[in-house]
C-alpha cells in the first residue's frame, strides 16, 4: 500500500510558478523537481515489476498550511525552492508575491492558504 501525490498534484502553484518566472524571461523546464504520475502510468511499473495492482485511486486532498498569511510562501521556500534557485533574494520575494497575488483568489480563504493535494493511493501485492 502506498500514497503519494498523483497527477494535478500542486498543479495551480506549480503553474503560478512557471508563469512568475516567465515574466522574468526564467526558463522553468529544468526548475520542476516534481514527477506525479498518473494511476495509469504508476500501475503499469507496478506490474513490469511483478505487482498485482489490486486497488488504485486519484483524489483531491485540499491541505491547509499552517504560519496563516505565510503559508504560502514558507510552503514555496520548503517544497519548492528549486524553481527559485539562482535568484537574487530580492527576485524570490518578487517571484512569491506575484504567486501568492495569482493564487489568492483560488487557494487563501478565511486567511488560510491551501494546498492543492491530489494523492494516489494504491494497493498492489507481489506476485
Keep these: 500500500m502506498a500514497e503519494f501525490g498523483g497527477k494535478g498534484n500542486v498543479q495551480a502553484i506549480a503553474t ?15 526548475l ?25 485511486m486519484l483524489f ?3 491541505t491547509p498550511l499552517a504560519e496563516g498569511e505565510a503559508g504560502m510562501a514558507n510552503w514555496i521556500q520548503m517544497f519548492a525552492s528549486s524553481f527559485l534557485a539562482g535568484l537574487s533574494s530580492e527576485q524570490q520575494i518578487q517571484i512569491i508575491r506575484v504567486v501568492e497575488e495569482y493564487l489568492k483568489p483560488m487557494l487563501y480563504q478565511q486567511g488560510t492558504w491551501t494546498a492543492d493535494y491530489r494523492r494516489i493511493r494504491i494497493v498492489a501485492i507481489k506476485l
Excluded at 504520475?37 to 505487482?51: K, M, W
Design 16 to 30: 503560478a510558478l512557471e508563469n512568475a518566472l516567465e515574466a522574468i524571461n526564467i526558463p522553468t523546464q529544468a
Design 32 to 56: 520542476n523537481p516534481w514527477y506525479f504520475p498518473s494511476i495509469g502510468e504508476y500501475a503499469t511499473l507496478l506490474e513490469h515489476q511483478g505487482f498485482d495492482v489490486i486497488h488504485a
Design 60 to 62: 483531491a486532498r485540499p
